[in-house]
């Protein structure tokens, strides 16, 4: 009978080995490792349970590992790695006997007890343990003395109970037994619940993993670790202190965006953004800032597109406002987020008013002259902001979700420094909310003067840089009344914003037909009809009148290239290539973007994002020369002219 029952117990042990082999194995298919290879505890520390810097104080040998198992033998002993984790999935098995209390340490310090340096998962029979009197935030599965399980899934003591614990970036779950218990973001908790350690927003994001036995025993199996891509748990200056390496100035002037005292400084004029070179997606950002003058206004933008919105001097992106002084029910100067120009979220709570602007629910911002600290977590398009310390502000569903971060010049002097990222594990979004990539443009008017343009004698007063807008009265006094560059060009691309900002009145106007020309009556008579008008205006193309792209009311549309389309020596096939395909044009006193692409002899238009021109064949077109905004005697106003030079 003795022998049987030794059989059968080997029997059994032997099942219990295949299980955690095949477990290991099928964990091993997911991305996921041994956190003890080798069947060896070799490279781990042993301390006391009360502070891991300190040496056990017990004597003999507290925790051993046998076939994949890690059992803790009845002593107030931690275990830790020597490596250092920040993002990851860890799935374990745990097993206490009665009276047991154990616990898992994330992300701790080499010193001090990481229940209160960092988080410990708490593992223990609470009802023997404490005597029935335990609080919840010290049942099993809590982070200990912090957030309490929010379910009960634990099975009875001396069985085996099945983890899986995700830390990412702020973000911690916890799903014991196939419940999940925890969900809970750590930036939020910004208050302690405790008197021992910090507020759990303040503990580090990177650090050791760690199992404890404090009393009775504690049995670990297949113990597993996957490490998340992209978060070494470190953050990294986006500023140098020194100069604007890493960011590029968008539509400002030079002066606009300076260093000065390990401070980036920002005088408001004109209105624009400055942007980082590169995309980001899910992060925690944090920087400080302060307005100098009273009433200030800025902001600071995420997931942004690389150049600005059609007739805005603002990029689609998520604005984080920067501003000082300004209060109501509907926005505040204490770290409202909103969508701009085609962005999209989801405030936490409804506006007020139905805006789409998530509200700070607590003002904490400091006045002018003083510096302020906001920091920003995004997360898969959930965005939170902490402001001075405290979480306040959250929205969600934000598209675009990976982009550009800039600061933001508007009217006023404000001093950006201390700005620094950590990246978070992406999630490769869907290209509908990612945002564009920087293919190269760069703006040719600063918002502030007319530098880099033709200033002849008697533009002065008409042609004026108003801000974003390059304002033109139609009323120049030069004998060129063209706006030319000073700098030629032989194949690119341009984009130009335009508005005829006159109040329309009525003009008749020819009838063009898809070929060129214009279309005619049964008699052979010129037909025309009456639209609305406010104005003429054009680009010329490498120096030349007759490679104007149009800017009119003409029911054919802008776009038209006019010196082309009616020149009827032009062959046939020319002069219905520069003919519009469609009529884009917004309506008047609305802003219109041209996308004008010339290469060799050839050239496109794009007008409101349809294609009105493709590939247009100009013969006779100079190979290189200025481009510039033409004078008809009308107003005009242009914005947002970016430049992309193409290799020949």
């Known amino acids: 009978m003795k022998q049987l029952c030794t059989f059968f117990l080997i029997g059994i042990m032997g099942c219990t080995i295949v299980a955690a082999n095949t477990a290991i194995a099928q964990a091993a298919d997911e991305g996921f490792s041994p956190l003890f290879p080798g069947d060896s ?49 860890l799935k374990f098995d745990t097993k206490i006997t009665r009276g047991s209390n154990g616990g898992i340490g994330l992300r701790f310090p080499p010193q001090g007890d990481p229940a209160y340096t960092a988080m410990e998962i708490q593992v223990v029979d609470d009802r023997v343990y404490y005597g029935g009197s335990a609080r919840t935030e010290q049942c099993t599965g809590s982070i200990y003395d912090e957030i309490a399980p929010s379910k009960i899934a634990t099975n009875p003591v001396g069985q085996w109970n099945s983890w899986l614990i995700t830390a990412r970036g ?34 580090p994001l990177k650090g050791h993993i760690g199992f404890q036995n404090l009393n009775g025993n504690i049995t670990l199996r297949n113990i597993m670790i996957k490490e998340l891509d992209g978060g070494d748990g470190q953050f990294v200056s986006l500023f140098n202190g020194k100069n604007l390496d890493g960011w590029v100035n968008v539509n400002c002037a030079p002066e606009t965006w300076t260093v000065r005292d390990d401070m980036i400084v920002c005088t408001g ?33 995420i997931h942004s597109d690389p150049v600005t919105a059609p007739g805005q001097p603002f990029t689609r992106s998520i604005e984080v406002q920067i501003l000082d002084g300004r209060n109501s029910e509907n926005y505040t100067s204490h770290g409202d987020i909103f969508a701009i120009h085609g962005a999209a979220m989801k405030p936490d709570k409804p506006h007020p008013a139905g805006w789409n602007r998530a509200l700070p629910s607590e003002r904490r911002c400091k006045p002018a002259g003083q510096w302020n600290h906001y920091r920003v977590q995004s997360i898969d398009g959930n965005i939170s902001l902490a402001v001075n310390g405290k979480v306040v502000t959250r ?3 934000s598209k675009p979700r990976k982009g550009y971060i800039c600061l933001e010049s508007e009217g006023s002097e404000v001093h950006f420094r201390d700005i620094r990222i950590r990246e978070l594990p992406g999630s490769n979004p869907p290209p509908d909310e990612i945002a564009e990539k920087d293919r190269g443009f760069r703006s040719l008017y ?16 008409h042609w004026k ?19 030319w560059t000073q700098g030629e060009f032989e194949d690119f691309t341009l984009i130009v914003d335009w508005k005829l900002p006159d109040k329309p009145g009525t003009e008749n106007v020819p009838v063009i037909l898809p070929d060129g020309s214009q279309a005619t ?28 792209i149009n800017i009119w009311n003409w029911p054919i549309g802008s776009g038209e290239i006019w010196g082309y389309r009616t020149d009827k020596n032009m062959p046939p096939e020319v002069r219905k290539a520069t003919t519009p395909i469609v009529n884009a044009d917004n309506p008047i006193g609305r802003w219109n973007r041209f996308v004008i692409t010339v290469i060799n002899d050839y050239v496109t238009v794009i007008l409101n994002g349809k294609e009105v021109i493709f590939k247009a064949k100009l013969p006779g077109m100079p190979k290189r020369g200025p481009i510039a905004l033409q004078n008809h005697g009308d107003p005009i106003q242009f914005a947002n002219i970016y430049i992309k030079e193409l290799a020949p």
């Open 395 to 397: 929205a969600s569903k």
């Open 269 to 301: 004029i004109p209105t624009g953004v400055l942007r980082t070179k590169r995309h980001y997606e899910n992060y925690i950002l944090e920087l400080e800032w302060r307005h100098m003058k009273k009433g200030g206004n800025a902001g600071l933008f």
């Open 521 to 548: 009556d049964s008699s052979g008579k010129a037909l025309t009809a009456s639209v609305p008008a406010a104005g003429d205006s054009g680009i010329y193309l490498r120096g030349s009148s007759k490679s104007q």
């Open 41 to 89: 505890i070799e490279g781990w520390k042993v301390s006391d349970w009360s502070n891991v810097a300190t040496p056990q104080k017990v004597s003999g040998t507290p925790w051993k590992m046998e076939n994949g198992v890690l059992y803790g033998l009845n002593k107030r002993t931690w275990i830790r790695s020597t490596k250092e984790y920040s993002d990851f999935v």
């Open 170 to 203: 702020s973000q911690v779950t916890i799903v014991l037994n196939g419940v999940k218990i925890i969900d809970a973001d750590l930036s939020r908790e910004t208050k302690a619940r405790q008197q021992k350690g910090p507020a759990l927003a303040k503990r």
């Open 465 to 483: 840089a108003k801000n974003w807008v390059l304002d033109y009265d139609g009323k120049s006094q030069a004998k060129d009344k063209n706006l």
């Open 446 to 461: 600063n918002g502030l003067d007319l530098r880099g343009w033709k200033q002849t004698q008697g533009h002065q007063g």
